[in-house]
């Protein structure tokens, strides 16, 4: 089956795949570096691949949006959200649906430590990278200190590097 329109042209500048059929419903994983990609290139690229174990987006388009969409990836191990300003605290009940992550780097966008009181159900998180505060804001390290051990307490086999 011959794809169509934006859903052809997409395909095409991804994998150079010009039939349906070739379109992979699984991918090892999924990279963007300093990319135009927003929530709307993450959507036609979920919207066919429900299974992965890596997305790597560090400066994209990407929103909350788009993180409410990569909630919806099976298997998905590892997350880097890494350096973006509209990725905030409201997509934590999406990232909080990703129970197999292992890895997860919020670095650098709107969601710090005091935020992740609401991710309970990422048992098997092993690994988060989290901005301590705000830039430009400075915090006293006790306070980012006590922070972190409220942060341990909701995720206790997780470590976590706060940084500014």
Not at 5 to 33: M, N, R, V, Y
Not at 80 to 108: F, G, Q
Request: hydrophobic letters at 40%; glycine letters at 2%; a negative charge.
């Amino acid at each position: 089956m011959k794809l169509k329109g934006a859903e052809k042209q997409f395909w095409w500048h991804f994998a150079h795949i010009t039939d349906s059929k070739q379109i992979p419903t699984e991918l090892p994983g999924f990279t963007s570096i300093d990319s135009t990609d927003d929530d709307e290139y993450i959507a036609m690229l979920l919207a066919k691949v429900s299974v992965m174990q890596s997305i790597y987006l560090k400066e994209t388009n990407v929103t909350d949006e788009g993180v409410k969409l990569i909630s919806n990836v099976k298997q998905l191990k590892h997350l880097t959200l890494m350096k973006h300003e509209h990725i905030t605290k409201a997509s934590l009940p999406y990232i909080n649906r990703l129970t197999e992550l292992e890895y997860l780097d919020v670095w650098k966008t709107q969601i710090h430590l005091e935020d992740l009181t609401v991710l309970t159900d990422l048992k098997n998180l092993k690994e988060l990278h989290i901005s301590a505060h705000d830039e430009g804001v400075e915090m006293d390290r006790d306070v980012i200190l006590e922070k972190i051990i409220k942060a341990e307490e909701t995720l206790p086999n997780c470590i976590i590097y706060a940084s500014s």
